[in-house]
């Protein structure tokens, strides 16, 4: 994901060991001061020292600005993984360094990844919730030679940026051709793509476009709309005014996805005979109740909804209510949860070895059964593999929006891998 947002507020540095459940309740208290509050209320528990030598994780993730649901949900996926599987990776106690990038901040990311390599001295970096800061880190960790997983940023080219990145999330390639794909073969002939301006939505229009085409389709108009604060109601005027059969859009997950979806709904695009199509950001978990009866019915391609049958993702589901309420997760929480099973996996592999070759050597090719279903990191790609679903927006019985899957695409990678 990647958008521009200047003069962010003061990044947080927290620096934070997980050895026990006190520990992790810390977690959940907001700033320095409370933290350190917080932390002194458990001193007379375990020491950080008492685990030999605990295995120091760096998270470069959001956690503060209009973003700051993303990096919530990611500590909320950590922690619950860890409360499931005794609080330990590979046998080895965790230490977490938090860093706060306040959104899309390529050099503060970068410099934040200096900082946790050579001052923190951690063994593996994760999170980048937007791909410019993923990318902004990419020449760091070469030199350093320090591995990092990917738990969201979807740009394509993220993992040929360095060979010591890998990614377990998604790309927005990934999950937009299957539906140009989809669309073509349920007889939709002409469509328009709506996509924000930046990086991943021009993916997610060509993607659409290459695979929608080659199944006999044609996109009679392409629009790329600005980040910030846009006024949809030219956009939709100018769909109904065009008349395509489906329009296919992306915005990423917030608000922009839910204000889009009511301008549709506000000018008649579905008693005009439009039909809409989008990608799974489009109704986040976290985000898509607020959309109402203007999400009801939309088609959307997607790796994860909490709605997936599967008994590993009630687990996951009930875990996480268990510990935050009615705060649903959303990709971001699950992804976050893969990950530390993928890091516990990967230094199984290797004993324990944390150095950059041997940890990246054991990622490749690596596969896990994931909430999602299963999933894969490409050996020569270093890319995820995942199944993408088909879901449609229903109202369940207990009143609330749900992303049903009814059809699937396996074993999906990225257009450009």
């Not at 940023?153 to 140009?180: C, H, L, N």
Request: hydrophobic share 40%; proline share 5%; net charge neutral.
């Amino acid at each position: 994901m990647t958008t521009s947002r200047s003069n962010p507020p003061a990044p947080l540095n927290l620096t934070v060991a997980v050895h026990d459940p006190a520990r992790r309740r810390a977690l959940k208290l907001v700033g320095a001061g409370a933290l350190g509050a917080a932390l002194s209320q458990v001193a007379g528990g375990i020491a950080f020292a008492a685990d030999a030598e605990p295995l120091k994780i760096g998270l470069i993730v959001t956690y503060s600005g209009p973003y700051a649901d993303y990096g919530k949900q990611m500590d909320n996926g950590i922690a619950l993984w860890l409360k499931q599987n005794g609080e330990r990776v590979a046998g080895r106690a965790v230490e977490i360094v938090r860093r706060d990038t306040a959104g899309p901040a390529p050099d503060l990311a970068a410099r934040f990844a200096r900082e946790l390599i050579t001052r923190d001295k951690v063994q593996v970096i994760i999170g980048l919730d937007f791909s410019p800061n993923a990318m902004a880190i990419a020449p760091v960790l070469s030199q350093a030679k320090v591995p990092c997983i990917i738990l969201n940023a979807s740009a394509s080219d993220i993992p040929k940026k360095s060979e010591y990145i890998a990614r377990i999330s998604f790309t927005v390639g990934q999950v937009s051709a299957p539906m140009g794909t989809w669309a073509g073969r349920q007889g939709v002939r002409t469509a328009m793509t709506v996509v924000a301006d930046y990086s991943s939505g021009a993916d997610a229009e060509t993607a659409f476009k290459t695979t929608f085409e080659a199944e006999g389709g044609k996109v009679v108009d392409s629009l790329r709309v600005p980040m910030n604060n846009p006024d949809f109601s030219a956009y939709v005027q100018r769909i109904k005014d065009t008349k395509p059969e489906a329009v296919f859009f992306f915005f990423p997950s917030g608000d922009l996805p839910n204000n889009f979806l009511k301008a549709a709904k506000e000018r008649g695009l579905a008693e005009a005979g439009i039909r809409l199509l989008a990608t799974g950001e489009a109704m986040d978990d976290s985000y898509m109740q607020a959309a109402g009866d203007a999400g009801l019915g939309l088609i959307t391609t997607h790796h994860y909804s909490t709605a997936h049958e599967s008994d590993l993702n009630r687990k996951f589901i009930a875990g996480y209510a268990a510990d935050n309420g009615d705060y649903a997760p959303n990709y971001m929480a699950m992804t976050a949860y893969d990950g530390m099973a993928v890091l516990d996996r990967a230094l199984t592999a290797t004993g324990g070895k944390t150095d950059g070759a041997t940890l990246m050597g054991a990622l490749k090719g690596l596969s896990i059964e994931s909430p999602r279903g299963p999933i894969e990191i490409g050996d020569k790609s270093r890319d995820i593999i995942q199944t993408v679903y088909v879901r449609r927006t229903e109202r369940l019985e207990n009143g609330k929006l749900a992303c049903v899957e009814f059809d699937k695409f396996e074993k999906v990678q990225d257009p450009r891998a």
